[in-house]
């Protein structure tokens, strides 16, 4: 029997819907207006005069941005180091947290090990103690520079940890009646249960390791291995002192480029790859891949 819905559910419906339209426009309005003042012209940009579509189209400054070859050099170092320093993250946090989820009775010295991680959590090594460190090791100027110092990231490691502990202990016990090890429980059992978990780790990962720029400039001697956002925010830092020697010839072609409308499309170029990505896992954010996973 079909019941026609109420006044007061369509009531709820409605709100409901307007609620959360202003909240989805709350998230794209400033997106769209970014990606307007960086295809406005220098003039309208500095007067404030762009909302949400350009004003005196221009793509000088994306145009100024992709001819240039260490743009796409320092792309190309960027999306190595989110794949190659996503995969070891991930797996650090999946062999470091399986072990510490387990009980007291079947991991002896847990606690300790947990303290020991949960220390680095509030206390840490200090800015020039890890560069002596990476610089004695030889990591000075390679991609492992700004991968490993951070590899295993304890607080991704502790979410992990207790998503861990909230997989049925008769998963692991049926494995262990039919003559699983550690590793294929983890790989077999644990891991494909937990993808909820491990999409929000790993987009909390791609974001980390997409935006970090410091370390770049910290641990990079030459220009040509900056990422992408060390060379974007050093490219902005110097557009200043550019434009007290630049010539002639180049101020006029560069007469629509100025700070404002290259910084916008830095931060729309940063946060795209991002988007782009995001639709993909957020399915996971509200699928639970356990319930149902054991029967009574």
Known sequence: MIHKPTISRK???MINTIVLTGIT???IIPFIHLLSISLSSNTAAMAGEVKLWPVGFSWDAYVYLGEKVEFFRSLWVSIERVVLGTAVNMFLVFITAFPLSKSNDQFKYRTPYVWFFAITMFFGGGLIPTYIVVKNTGLIDSMWSLILPGALNVWNMVLMLNFFRS????LDEAARID???HWRVLWQIYLPVSL???ATIGLFTIVGHWNAWFDGILYMNSPENYPLQ???STLIMSINA???SISIEQLKAMENLREKTLRTAQIFMGALPIMVVYPFLQKYFVKGMTVGSVKE
Do not use: D, N, R
């Open 25 to 27: 426009l709350l998230g």
């Open 179 to 181: 003559g699983a090890g």
């Open 167 to 170: 997989i049925p202990k008769e």
């Open 242 to 244: 550019q434009m007290t």
């Open 11 to 13: 009531l709820f419906v």
């Open 230 to 232: 060390t060379y974007l």
């Open 196 to 198: 909820p978990s491990i």
